[in-house]
């Protein structure tokens, strides 16, 4: 019988489960929902109960489909940044609170007064600024260790808790190049005992509880690895495994992520890395993309005047599309105005010359990671909403001078079940 690997996504607006065979083929996805997480202000939880409600369903409903009695590791990743408190036993003393969660303004404070630039801790939405919020305002006299989204879901299975990732941890403050908790934490009066035990994403840590395993039609001897997160696993999914490879997303705003052989940190400018086993995943965030294009064409606008486009030929226009001035990466510079003009008369010319000048902005992203110390670009491969687009990847191929492919899979849960295949990253 074919032995299964399974990954579990906890995603904002659901749980996907993934079973892939030895090769790496998926045998099965299946998802269940999660409700909205409740939101006031900047404020933005989620009761815990209810990823692992969604958890066990998704499994369950992998069951009806599977033997799940041939799956031997199970991999876990969620949302980035997405932090609670547990007690001893697991159990949570406070709520989940979620990636974008913004309410630790004055935590994001003292770090900024004390964490080096590089560090993934900075920012109110960070798991270190809630960490130190939550320590400040909820009860902790049964209160022991803080721990990401995945973390829990994973410690639950295990029947273990207080283990998690390299990727998790950035943003709890995690120094991934010395791997190890750094000193300055001390100076915000961080207990070690409150921190997770940290472990290279897809590292087997625990065999599953035994009842969890009987509950869900598992077998008792199924392992259970420490996780990461879930831009990670997208990446994972991707097949992007060689240094020089990168992920471009073409979503509201573009995203890039390149597979390097060292660390690529610049504060300023947004820039941070993953520790992947060996290598590192740098990746930064331009303001450009498809909200830029929003502010010129609606969706259905573009969908007629794709097909008047010539890939081939440069509208010989350099135009850096902004949906409003202000840019973070490639270029650092909170008030650099769009560049959209001379406008030609005709739409689908104006369309291609927005669709080429985001492509530069790309092309300038990869340049300036280069120049940070990546290695040249080989390939990029494409997700996002914008992938679906032919034309625009034909001039994206042109402009970055290197192959340029749409992702066969980008789900998550894929990359996180290529985790537990493989026992660590790609």
């Not at 991934?176 to 472990?199: F, H, M, N, Y």
Request: with cysteine; hydrophobic share 45%; charged share 20%.
């Amino acid at each position: 019988m074919t032995t299964l690997f399974l990954g579990i996504d906890i995603g904002t607006g659901g749980v996907r489960a993934c079973a892939v065979d030895l090769h790496g083929e998926i045998q099965a996805i299946e998802t269940s929902p999660l409700p909205p997480p409740h939101q006031d202000g900047a404020a933005i939880d989620q009761d815990p109960e209810l990823w692992w409600q969604a958890t066990t369903a998704a499994i369950s409903a992998l069951g009806r489909k599977l033997d799940l009695k041939r799956v031997e590791r199970i991999s876990v990743d969620g949302t980035s940044g997405t932090l609670l408190l547990i007690d001893a036993a697991g159990r949570p003393t406070t709520r989940g609170l979620m990636y974008n969660d913004a309410r630790a303004a004055r935590e994001a404070a003292r770090i900024a007064a004390v964490a080096p630039a590089e560090s993934g801790a900075h920012g109110a939405s960070s798991a270190l600024a809630k960490l130190l919020f939550l320590l400040d305002r909820a009860p902790l006299k049964d209160a022991h260790i803080a721990v990401h989204q995945a973390d829990w879901i994973a410690g639950r299975l295990a029947g273990t808790h207080g283990v998690s990732d390299e990727n998790n941890a950035l943003k709890l403050g995690y120094d991934p190049i010395t791997r190890s908790w750094p000193g300055w934490l001390d100076q915000l009066d961080v207990s070690r005992e409150w921190l997770p035990k940290v472990l290279v994403p897809g590292t087997p840590f625990a065999v599953i509880d035994p009842e969890v395993a009987s509950a869900l039609g598992l077998s008792g001897s199924a392992q259970i690895t420490a996780g990461t997160t879930d831009g990670v696993a997208a990446f994972i999914a991707t097949g992007a495994d060689a240094p020089g490879d990168a992920v471009t997303s073409l979503g509201t705003t573009l995203v890039v992520k390149l597979l390097a052989t060292q660390p690529i940190f610049a504060a300023d400018q947004g820039v941070y890395s993953h520790r992947l086993g060996d290598r590192w995943l740098a990746g930064g965030a331009s303001n450009s993309g498809g909200g830029a294009l929003l502010t010129h064409f609606t969706a259905q606008q573009m969908d007629l005047l794709t097909p008047l486009l010539d890939p081939d030929a440069s509208t010989g226009l350099d135009y850096y599309p902004l949906p409003k001035p202000g840019e973070r990466f490639p270029i650092a510079d909170p008030a650099l105005a769009p560049r959209v003009a001379p406008r030609p008369s005709e739409d689908h010319r104006f369309f291609q010359a927005l669709l080429e000048g985001i492509a530069a902005v790309e092309a300038l992203a990869y340049r300036r990671l280069m120049q940070l110390g990546a290695p040249p670009l080989r390939r990029v491969i494409s997700i996002g909403g914008g992938a679906k687009n032919a034309a625009w990847t034909d001039i994206r191929r042109r402009v970055l001078g290197v192959p340029v492919e749409v992702a066969g899979q980008t789900e998550a849960c894929y990359g996180a079940a290529l985790l537990a295949l493989r026992g660590g990253p790609p």
